[in-house]
């Protein structure tokens, strides 16, 4: 087997690897730009066309396109794969390389299966033994999805530690995250491209040749950008020979080892309580945002694709003037509760823009919403990062990872619900969207309400010895 540009001999001996430079991180952040633009397309593009231009019901359109998140615990068997079954001598680079082909891949066959869904519907004019079949099939091709998704995204988290050491992690992990935020921009405006010349009124087969050649093409860029991203980082900086011994990785977790730890102590089970709330609080208007564009603002595919654009930007000026100028001053916990007042107002900025019918109004709203996202992001992965004993910082995150995971599945389903509800309550359809922002208003209030009950004083004075009994209890 090589290792790389190093001799054998050298890697055994353990003489220093090369470190990852800066042109190396960003390179690594391609393969996160490309998960960016591919949850364009999926929370973006084939939830409005299903919704909206089909009138596939939200709860059914949202709920199968959640089963990708319903499957993350999937990505810890793809880590311990991934462990202790390398392909042609590499522990994570075939893995990535074949999960990003895999999803990719079943992208387009979920938008075919839609356009069958809407067909079954037409014919029959409503929902149909055929209509209910293409619908699970709908859910299985998206939980086929998030498996080929975990198969990859696990892989390459691994990746990122096997690369890097203590004190450039940081810096790796921030420059690859901040790369998704950009793959979500440059997502909405290529697809916005691609699909402007469909209007609200395109019949169906104009429509279905746009968005088929749409994920044709950018699936296929998305693909290069993950072989550009890794080809050879593996073979040059992996210390992962070097590190095999060490026990719980994040990557090695299971779900119960992960249960446990997290509630391991009455300050944990309250953050991630905080943590559950607050992420589905979040992302309820994931699925039903493209949808209030086009019925509410009268706003075509290529506009409401663009709405991504505006979280997108908005989240990254977010992330990054909080961790550099206000997490800084106002410290972590209060700046995690001022992200969640500031997403409170912004959802009533985006019930207001729907009751003047503004456009304009609705995109400014959605970039303070994004800000307000990532201030809440930073300030509350600082403050995870604060309540966790060093020694199980990796079970901890995974465990966090998990959960964040099925909050967003929960958030998606969860909005296409209370959509559904709105629309069975009420005549007027900016009413029933309203619905959704103020179940989530309602969510940040309470998540702010649990964040004030977190005490990182009392973690640090009893939860790393309780979390220490789990990690002794696993090992014995």
């Known amino acids: 087997m090589e290792t790389g540009n190093l001799p054998e001999a050298e890697a055994i001996a353990g003489e220093s690897l090369p470190r990852i430079n800066l042109a190396t991180m960003f390179r690594l952040g391609l393969f996160q730009m490309g998960l960016g633009i591919m949850s364009v397309l ?6 409005r ?26 990505r810890v068997w793809f880590g311990q794969m991934s462990d202790a079954k390398p392909i042609a001598g590499l522990h994570r680079t075939p893995y990535v390389w074949g999960g ?6 079943m992208s387009f066959v979920a938008v075919q299966v839609v356009w069958q869904l809407g067909q079954s519907m037409e014919q029959a004019g409503g929902w149909t033994p055929d209509s209910y079949g293409w619908a ?3 859910g299985l091709v998206f939980s086929g999805y998030g498996l080929a998704l975990s198969a990859s995204s696990t892989p390459f988290a691994a990746l990122l530690v096997d690369i890097s050491d ?14 998704l935020m950009v ?44 072989f550009i991203a890794t080809v050879g980082v593996e073979q040059n900086y992996s210390r992962y020979s070097q590190r095999s011994s060490v026990a719980h990785r994040e990557d090695k977790i299971t779900l119960g080892h992960a249960l446990r730890v997290l509630t391991a102590s009455r300050q944990t089970g309250i953050f991630f309580s905080f943590l559950l709330v607050m992420s589905i609080s979040l992302f309820m208007q994931d699925a039903v945002m493209e949808p209030y564009g086009g019925e509410v603002f009268g706003m075509p595919i290529a506009e409401t694709t663009k709405l991504n654009a505006f979280f997108g930007m908005g989240t990254l000026i977010g992330i990054s003037l909080t961790g550099f100028a206000i997490a800084p001053r106002l410290g972590k916990q209060q700046t995690t509760k ?5 997403v409170s107002g912004c959802l009533a900025l985006l019930a207001l823009a729907g009751f003047v019918a503004e456009p304009s109004m609705l995109m400014g709203a959605l970039l303070l919403y994004g800000f307000g996202s990532g201030v809440i992001t930073t300030g509350a992965i600082s403050l995870m990062l604060d309540l966790t004993a060093a020694e199980t910082a990796g079970t901890f995150i995974g465990a966090w990872g998990l959960a964040q995971a099925i909050a967003r599945g929960l958030a998606t389903v969860t909005g296409g619900a209370v959509l559904d509800l709105g629309r069975a309550i009420f005549q007027s359809p900016v009413l029933a969207y309203s619905t959704v922002f103020a179940v989530q208003y ?13 005490n990182a004083v009392e973690f640090q004075a009893n939860a790393k010895q309780a979390i220490a009994a789990v990690m002794e209890g696993e090992l014995d």
Request: with cysteine.
């Open 183 to 226: 793959g979500i921009i440059i997502g909405a405006i290529v697809s916005s491209v691609l699909l402007k010349q469909i209007a609200l009124d395109t019949p169906i087969e104009q429509l279905q040749a746009s968005v088929n050649r749409l994920f044709l093409t950018v699936p296929a860029i998305v693909v290069f950008l993950t």
């Open 338 to 342: 001022i992200g969640c007042i500031g």
């Open 42 to 47: 999926t929370l973006g593009v084939i939830n």
């Open 442 to 454: 309602v969510g940040m209030i309470s998540a702010v309400a649990l964040l004030r009950r977190v």
């Open 166 to 179: 203590e004190d450039n992690r940081s810096k790796l992990v921030g420059t690859v995250w901040s790369m």
């Open 136 to 138: 699970a099939v709908f």
């Open 100 to 105: 990003s082909i895999l999803f990719t891949a």
């Open 49 to 74: 066309i299903a919704i909206d231009e089909l009138k596939v019901p939200a709860l059914i359109a949202a709920g199968a396109i959640a089963m990708h998140q319903f499957v993350a615990p999937a």
